[in-house]
Each structure stands twice: as structure tokens, then as C-alpha cells.
């Protein structure tokens, strides 16, 4: 059983920032690539950004220059910078992982989310 674990959302002006942290737990062997997605309300689920164990990144173009995603193997965490945060970022966001156990299962798992609100 794995667990991932979102910390870091809540209440900024625009213009502010946040630090998002997901941390994974459990019956792990290698994480894969872990994201960071956001769900407004009334609108689809998005992906906001990816990053392999490797370190190779991609965004999405809203965020883009705003946003930095980076990982800590050795603490099966990942982090979501925000920076310049605008209204239209308010969501609810969902850290996902690619999970590979010590048996050689694979899975993608999601965590609860976060709240985030960008408003004055």
C-alpha cells in the first residue's frame, strides 16, 4: 500500500507564492515520474506539471515561467514552486506518482489534494 500525502496549499493575494510538497510512502521501491495536477471547480482535471526521476520537466503552457517542479529521490517527495499566482491557479491540486514495488508491480496512484486560493 502506497501513500501519497499533499501539503503546502491555502490562501495567497495574487501575485504571491506557494510551496506545494507531496510525500510518498508505503511499499515503494522507485517512484517513476511523479506530476502535479489541478482541478477547478465545474472544470476538468489538467495536468500542471510532470518530472521523471531523472529530472526531465515539461509544463503546462499556463504555467509556464511561473511554476518550478522538482523531486528528492532519497525522500520520495515532490515539490510544486508557485510563484506570480493568479487567480484563474485557485484549484484543488492532486499529486500523482508512478510506483514500482520492491515486488516489481507497477501502479499510479493519486494523493487527496490541496487546496489552493488566489485571491485578494
Known amino acids: 500500500q502506497v501513500q501519497l500525502v499533499e501539503s503546502g496549499g491555502g490562501l495567497v493575494q495574487p501575485g504571491g507564492s506557494l510551496r506545494l510538497s507531496c510525500a510518498a510512502s508505503?511499499?515503494?521501491?522507485?517512484?517513476?515520474?511523479m506530476g502535479w495536477y489541478r482541478q477547478a471547480p465545474g472544470k476538468q482535471r489538467e495536468l500542471v506539471a510532470g518530472?521523471?526521476?531523472?529530472?526531465?520537466?515539461n509544463y503546462a503552457d499556463s504555467v509556464k515561467g511561473r511554476f518550478t517542479i522538482s523531486r528528492d529521490n532519497a525522500k520520495n517527495t515532490v515539490y510544486l514552486q508557485m510563484n506570480s499566482l493568479k487567480p484563474e491557479d485557485t484549484a484543488v491540486y492532486y499529486c500523482?506518482?508512478?510506483?514500482?514495488?520492491?515486488?516489481?508491480?507497477?501502479?499510479?496512484?493519486w494523493g487527496q489534494g490541496t487546496q489552493v486560493t488566489v485571491s485578494s
Open positions: 508505503g511499499n515503494i521501491f522507485i517512484i517513476n515520474t
Open positions: 518530472i521523471t526521476r531523472d529530472s526531465s520537466t
Open positions: 500523482n506518482a508512478d510506483i514500482i514495488t520492491p515486488r516489481f508491480n507497477t501502479f499510479n496512484t
